[in-house]
Nanobody, 116 residues
Framework: QVQLVESGGGLVQPGGSLTLSCAASGFTASNYAMSWYRQAPGKERELVARIWSRSSVKIYADSVKGRFTISRDNAKNTVDLQMNSLKPDDTAVYYC?????????WGQGTQVTVSS
């Protein structure tokens, strides 16, 4: 059974850092593209970062380039999102996503709140 479980969210002050982790089970995450999305209140869900399989090519939303880094830990079967220089506009629920063949899988989400 494919499952994605996010962790690491919380409350942080502007300029602070957080690392989100997505634990994958039921499949080998390194064999698939893995993504982080976010959804702020009243807004549509948007792609934050994606890392492709094998080549590990990465893409980022313009709003997070230079501040966020997506990476894999193949030994743990996880995908992490290191978030630095956080801004209030980064406040959202962050979701892990993977497309396994024709199966679209989402985690339950983890709340990130950036506020003083």
């Amino acid at each position: 059974q494919v499952q994605l479980v996010e962790s690491g969210g919380g409350l942080v002050q502007p300029g602070g850092s957080l690392t989100l982790s997505c634990a994958a089970s039921g499949f080998t995450a390194s064999n698939y593209a893995m993504s982080w999305y976010r959804q702020a209140p009243g807004k549509e869900r948007e792609l934050v970062a994606r890392i492709w399989s094998r080549s590990s090519v990465k893409i980022y939303a313009d709003s997070v380039k230079g501040r966020f880094t997506i990476s894999r830990d193949n030994a743990k079967n996880t995908v992490d999102l290191q978030m630095n220089s956080l801004k209030p506009d980064d406040t959202a629920v962050y979701y892990c996503y993977a497309l396994i063949g024709t199966i679209s899988s989402w985690g339950q989400g983890t709340q990130v709140t950036v506020s003083s």
